[in-house]
């Protein structure tokens, strides 16, 4: 009997009290049922592991058919003849033993495929190009052809022969995804979005901060009640009711004091964006402020120095890790930003660091254009490109925030 | 004296420039709130609510973008609320405070908060569209193109992992204001671990689970990016199912603003709308807000 009741107490960690004889059978039941709530419970809990996890893994996974081909990329960049090995590499990768020896099939998969690819665009231009090619060796070899518009396989061959170019244009300043010779810079969208980034930075980070300092340490009771709630409210307006007003009201007004040409355009969207971030920084720098010890305070006013002084130079560089933090998170939101972006930015991927003209951020060209391509497309995987660089940025400044930050803060606060 | 008269004027302008960024944000967030309510107030109507749109979206009302902003966040809660809660509760009454287990998962919750909602569409249409229901598809309807194309569904789904963290978070909150001497006096009677935390510890964060429901409910509402490529449509002539695409309030005014032909001529109906989505989440946070100040008043208590 001792022995049971020790078994049994021991899987609730010894937390209950040592049962007596009669309730005891009654108590076995439950502690069954006690046993498979915990497992559940903590089955469950790792459901938020899991998911980061399967968010890495699947978007991962859409973007990968971009790197497919790209060891053997490397031979062919270097020596030109640019036809010759795309044909070759578009049979090679269509992974047909059949087609392998046989380079004009291998073509003929390959641009017909193509073709199919571009005219869901409604891009005309591609026939012209190559009708006469195209139609001799659909002659040729009609069961290849066929082969290519049924299955999934052979269109991701070409895809992948694509991927040889989408690569080599990555770096390449112009976003044209849509065209013939497709082209899939994307350098120009990271300099929008940072361009973007900068701006709202400067609009919020400011403002954000200096107000979070105002509410920790100068503000009295009922200001503290009105200025909480109404930034708490302002985090919960809808990002696409903030690029609304951005679009219709700020857009115009803005125009209207500085007088530039494009009425939309990252000047609109920073501030539309630094709007969207400003509770975050507020909030978190908030706390950081609020977490820095009474005693810090007490001990400066005891030595003489006055409110302002102790909040300047006393209590915020105490919080500095913190306040880092807040920042950090709110580059983390204006980078992942789409609706702002999407509404208020003008969606023209140019390079330009002029403020006053119209960028397209990486997440607005995700949100822009995934509705409209084709699953499986090149353009479909450099746009899941595109998602996990976002998705790896955003985690690292995230843990950045958590680990680097917080664990400096708290040695900081601790006088260590 | 006069050295201590600069120190104080130096003092006052700065403490007036902290006031100024603070009066600045509540003025940006009046002047928002103003416009859309003002530019709205003529639109909004019973009809407007009730009605379809009509004549090419450029009349009408947004009956099916309300009914299927319902429909979302009814299934996202039923998904999100009960994993969250849960979650919550393995968090304050079973893990350790620092153990390894505790600490991945409230960074995973962290991560999960910040992660940009575009990427939580893409995950969507990468694994619940391309992979669960194409598998469906696959399995049950012979390949026929069912459940592995957008729909209310996967949309749902997508838009609860979005807001998961947001329940964990006010449930964590509200269940660690429950006092620790009212779980020993549960644990001291002879309760289990498990009949303490279902008749002490659940009812005494109601509140706390409620707050996160309201403000899932809040966000989900208006959240676009998880759902531009994973169920929202355009314009439907009739209102959705499970498996089909559907109209939402914060997708309808991006469509309208930016898609649209005639800007200018819906322009009524895009105010109507945005000051739809704008009062509803703003009446859903006033809540939450208000019940939330309630828990940490209990708490400091």
Known sequence: MTKKNKVKTSQTRGEDIQPSVHIDITRKRFRIGDFLAEKIIKGVAFLSI?????????????????????????????????????????????????VKPNEINGAVSDTSAKKDVQETYGDVTDKQENPEQNGVQKANSSAITAKSTSTYTVSAGSGTDDNQSALKTMLSKEWVPVSEKPRYGILALIIGTFKITLISLLF????????????????????????????????????????????????TFLQNVFHYSTRLNSFVGGIAMGIAAIPIIFTITEDALTAVPRSFNEASL???????????????????????????????????????????????????????????????TIGAEMAEVV???????????????????????NAIAEFYVKGKLMKRIQGK | MINSFKKNIKGIVIEGITLVSALLIIAIVIIMLLVIFIGGKDTLS?????????????????????????????????????????????????????????????????????????????????????????????????????????????????????????V???????????????????????????????KVVLPGSISGIMTGTILAVSRGAGEVAPILFTGAAYYLATLPGLSDQFMVLGYHIYVLTTQSANVDQTLPIQFGTTCVLLLLTFVLNMTAVILRYRIRKKKNR
């Open chain 1, 375 to 397: 699953f499986g497309d090149t353009h479909y995987n450099v746009l899941f490109l595109i998602g996990s660089l976002l998705f790896v940025f955003t985690f690292v400044l």
């Open chain 2, 168 to 198: 964990i978070v006010s449930v964590e909150e509200s269940l660690k204001t429950v006092p620790q001497d009212l779980r020993a006096a549960s644990l001291a009677l002879g309760a289990t671990k498990w009949q303490t935390i279902r």
């Open chain 1, 204 to 251: 919020a980070a400011p403002l954000a901060i200096l107000a979070a300092l105002y509410t920790a340490e100068f503000a009295n009771k009922r200001m503290k009640e009105i200025i909480k709630p109404t930034i708490e409210l302002l985090a919960g307006f809808p990002s696409v009711v903030i690029g609304f007003f951005a679009l219709m009201v700020l857009a």
């Open chain 2, 46 to 166: 019973w009809e407007f609510l009730t009605s379809f749109p009509t004549e090419g979206m450029t009349k009408g009302g947004i009956f099916p973008a309300l009914y299927g902003t319902a429909l979302l966040v009814i299934i996202m809660s039923i998904a999100a609320v009960p994993f969250g809660t849960i979650t919550a509760i393995y968090l304050t009454e079973y893990a350790k405070e620092n153990s390894i287990i505790a600490k991945t998962i409230r960074f995973a919750v962290r991560t999960l908060a910040v992660i940009p909602s575009i990427i939580y569409g893409l995950f969507g249409l990468g694994f619940f569209i391309k992979f669960v229901g194409a598998h469906i598809d696959g399995a049950f309807f012979g390949g026929e193109l069912r459940w592995g194309q957008p729909n209310l569904l996967w949309a749902s789904l997508t838009m609860s992992l979005l807001t998961l963290p947001v």
């Open chain 1, 302 to 364: 005891a030595l003489g120095a006055s409110k302002w002084q102790t909040a300047f130079f006393v209590i915020l560089p105490a919080a500095t890790p913190g306040i880092f933090a807040a920042i950090l998170l709110g580059i983390g939101r204006v980078f992942g930003e789409t609706m702002i972006a999407l509404m208020a930015t003008g969606n023209a991927a140019l390079m330009d660091l002029n403020p006053f003209e119209s960028v397209r951020t990486l997440a607005a």
């Open chain 1, 50 to 98: 899991t998911i980061i996890v399967l968010i890495f893994f699947f978007v991962f996974r859409e973007a990968f058919p971009i790197f497919n081909t790209s060891k053997e990329i490397i031979k062919p960049a270097t020596e030109q003849a640019k036809a010759d090995t795309q044909e070759t590499y578009g049979a090679v990768t269509d992974g047909d033993s059949k």
